[in-house]
């Protein structure tokens, strides 16, 4: 590079990545051959519009390009073209999660989603999010002394509320998910029931968590999480979901959720980051990555059995995930997230602190750490490896 002083910096992050271990939940490693699309001349395209309807001239690849990917995501989980779209646009997650409240929510309509300290997602209506701001937050949580999920308490909200959508799937929730009742609350409330599946699309991808495509009308997910791919976002759309526009027309969710994200919130789409999804979605779609999704959760059991084993208070008990959730404050006992995190950071192991349900201290300085085996998984580790990295967090939490 001409640029030593961006190349010193590019060299300098590739060694802190490769010298440190990191149990980041939404994080992972991505292939050579994403990171080549992703430094691809694509960049250099604009293609406003969407294949075979752009407004630029010279698409012939990105039309292929965008299509290949569209193809690619509704094959990776398993869905056929006559029942769902899916828009491979959206810049990352959270403008994905705001187009289709553009596209389906009307303004200052209530949206149900899970509040920030049970593990919900600051899209989900959070009133510092513009989602929380534009429309209204019904928020739910987890029960207090299980800390999973309570349907019947869902239920109960949700038939005083009657919220328009109802949002599923979270940033930091280590259970799986039930969608089929979902469904139901949202079917007795006549709501959109749309998953966000960030964290664990590509568990769903590789069989080893629940899809929720039987389920739910819409499905959003970043593309760089568990799924292994560059930073970006899927929008998957049921065809046969339509809403009465102001002029009496049926449209179908799809159409609307297209317009929303172009020309409603975005102009060109990044070509070379569509180009980059693609492969991560061949990429997903092969023996080998069941067999990372497998080891991820593996992983994931040892490790939480592991720090339990060693005095760890677990939240819920367990995962049934990549994703832990530990509590380290202890009602006391213990220390905060932000302690917890900077103590591992001294010894290589980059966690982040996190709210934990029914917080009582800040979420500056929260009661917990969150962790994740994904990135770990895909740099190979095992059972083994985990009962060591157990053993190091716990000497670690303990100097
Ligand atoms: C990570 C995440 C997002 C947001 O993704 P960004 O790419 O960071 O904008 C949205 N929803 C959930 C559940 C997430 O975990």
């Known amino acids: 590079m001409k640029d030593k002083q961006i190349e ?16 980041i939940a939404s994080e992972n490693y991505v292939s050579d051959d994403v990171l080549t699309a992703l430094g691809s001349k694509f ?43 899916v828009n491979v646009q959206p810049l990352s997650g959270s403008p994905a999660n705001l187009a289709v409240y553009v596209a389906l929510v009307p303004l200052g309509e209530k949206v149900m989603g899970m509040s920030l300290d ?19 937050q019904i928020p739910y949580g987890v029960n207090k002394d299980t800390e999973v999920i309570d349907y019947d308490e869902i239920k109960k909200i949700a038939l005083e509320e009657k919220p328009k959508m109802i949002i599923a799937g979270y940033t930091a929730y280590p259970r799986i998910v039930d969608f089929k009742k979902f469904r139901e609350i949202a079917d007795d409330n006549n709501a959109i029931l749309m998953v966000d ?51 009496g027309n049926e449209v179908s ?53 592991e720090l339990k084993k060693l005095g760890w208070k677990i939240i819920s008990g367990g995962t049934d995930s990549h994703l832990i959730l530990v509590d380290t404050f202890m009602g006391g006992e213990g220390m905060s997230g932000a302690e917890a995190s900077d103590k591992l950071e001294k010894e290589g192991i980059i966690v982040n602190k996190n709210t934990i349900p029914n917080e009582t201290r800040s979420p500056m300085d929260p009661s917990g750490i969150r962790l994740g085996t994904a ?25």
């Open 197 to 247: 599946m960030s964290h664990f699309a590509g568990l769903v991808a590789g069989e080893a968590y629940p899809s929720p495509f039987e389920y739910a009308d819409i499905v959003t997910t970043t593309t760089h999480k568990t799924l292994r791919g560059p930073r970006s976002a899927l929008i998957f759309a049921r065809k046969d979901k339509t809403q009465t526009s102001a002029k």
């Open 118 to 136: 049970h593990g919900g997602h600051l899209t989900h209506g959070h009133k510092v999010s513009v989602t929380g701001k534009f429309w209204h």
């Open 43 to 85: 960049t250099n395209k604009y293609s406003e519009g969407y294949p075979g309807k752009r407004y630029y001239k010279g698409q012939t690849f990105t039309d292929e390009v965008e299509n290949l990917c569209q193809e690619r995501a509704l094959k990776l989980f398993k869905l056929s073209p006559e029942k769902w779209s």
């Open 253 to 305: 969710f799809a159409d609307l959720i297209d317009k929303a994200v172009f020309p409603g919130l975005q102009g060109g789409p990044h070509m070379n980051q569509i180009a980059a999804v693609a492969v991560a979605l061949k990429e997903a779609d092969t023996p080998e990555f069941k067999k990372y999704a497998e080891q991820v959760i593996k992983n994931a059991h040892t490790l939480t059995d």
């Open 375 to 399: 990135g770990e998984t895909t740099r190979g580790a095992k059972e083994k490896d985990m009962v060591n990295l157990a053993k190091r967090i716990d000497e670690a939490l303990r100097k």
């Open 8 to 23: 010193k910096l590019i060299k300098a992050e590739e060694e802190r990545q490769e010298k440190t271990i990191s149990l």
